[in-house]
């Protein structure tokens, strides 16, 4: 298993860099009173594709040599890997398969067929999902761009935090939401070695806590089909992300599906973004948990803002 190193975020920020948007940091007095914290939130559901994800696709797509890039890539995703690496590979001009629960949100869907990828759906669980993925790279030998437990995909998240602190300076604290802990992997990376004083914290949904528990247990526990309106942090921790969660993350938070639909209502509202309900779960965490996070500096990622807008969870 590779471990990234620094290094290589910082080749990957100078790879992607014409593909990718340097996210704005905005801030909220709204929430800093509510929380009692100075929060900056990474605004990545402005990056292209609405998601934090397109940088490490955009960094797995355009490392690939000639010969592997004919070949196309594919991967297995509920939405957003999967536009974001169709995003990229159009920009490459190769060819993207991405194979998606049934009940992915058709947002999402149309975002990977418009982007010029191709749709295989799978049914609605990790298990399904593998099984079907292994069947479309057997018959195209496409180049496989994990979702999180890639090496490469690690790096490209790893340059929304160093975005981050070169924007804003040092933190206190870092949150990101955390499913499969492609994010969350990044900034240990990049904050463990540029910001070593600050801490990182996950959040999750409780009805898809397994990363939660592998954090209090010692070990990954994977659910093979949880439900929660967080459709983005659905997936289990794998060996990458493991390493660097278990190794450099402070805490992981939960909250209910009414806490995150709460904190996305309340940033719609108040920031005037539009964000996805995966981003909302750090939110959440940090108004269940104020007394954290009070006094302290905190970078808070948004994630995404890839929501189905006919269907938004508090309608």
């Not at 799978?122 to 069947?135: K, L």
């Not at 496409?142 to 999180?148: C, E, G, K």
């Not at 990044?186 to 009805?207: D, F, M, Q, V, W």
């Amino acid at each position: 298993m590779y471990i990234p190193t620094y290094e290589d975020v910082v080749v990957a920020h100078e790879r992607i860099r014409p593909y990718i948007h340097r996210t704005p940091v905005l801030t909220s007095s709204y929430f800093n009173d509510r929380t009692g914290a100075e929060l900056y939130f990474k605004c990545e559901n402005f990056q292209k594709a609405g998601a934090f994800k397109a940088r490490g696709a955009s960094n797995a797509v355009f490392g690939l040599s000639e010969e592997q890039a004919a070949k196309g890539v594919a991967t297995h995703s509920s939405g957003n890997h999967g536009l974001s690496l169709s995003y990229a590979a159009g920009r490459r001009g190769i060819k993207a398969t991405v194979v998606m629960p049934r009940t992915a949100p058709e947002a999402k869907k149309e975002a990977v067929r418009g982007y010029g990828g191709t749709v295989v759906e799978c049914e609605p669980s990790t298990s399904s999902r593998e099984a079907v993925f292994a069947e479309v790279v057997a018959e195209s030998g496409a180049d496989f761009v994990h979702p999180y437990n890639d090496p490469r995909v690690i790096q490209g998240q790893a340059t929304c935090s160093k975005e981050l602190i070169e924007d804003v300076g040092e933190l206190d604290a870092v949150i990101a939401p955390i499913g499969g802990g492609g994010m969350v992997s990044g900034s240990c990376l990049t904050l463990s070695n540029i910001a070593p004083n600050t801490r990182i914290y996950a959040a999750e949904p409780k009805n898809a806590d397994d990363a939660y528990r592998s954090f209090k247990a010692g070990h990954i526990i994977a659910d093979d089909a949880p439900q929660t309106v967080a459709d983005g942090l659905k997936v289990p921790l794998k060996d990458l992300t493991w390493h660097f969660v278990s190794n450099h993350v402070t805490d992981i938070f939960t909250t209910t599906e009414e806490e995150i639909v709460e904190a996305m209502y309340l940033c719609w509202q108040r920031m005037k973004i539009v964000m996805e309900p995966s981003s909302a779960v750090a939110i959440a965490a940090i108004l269940k948990n104020p007394e954290v996070f009070a006094g302290k500096k905190v970078g808070v990622i948004l994630t995404g803002g890839n929501v189905d807008l006919k269907k938004l969870p508090w309608a």
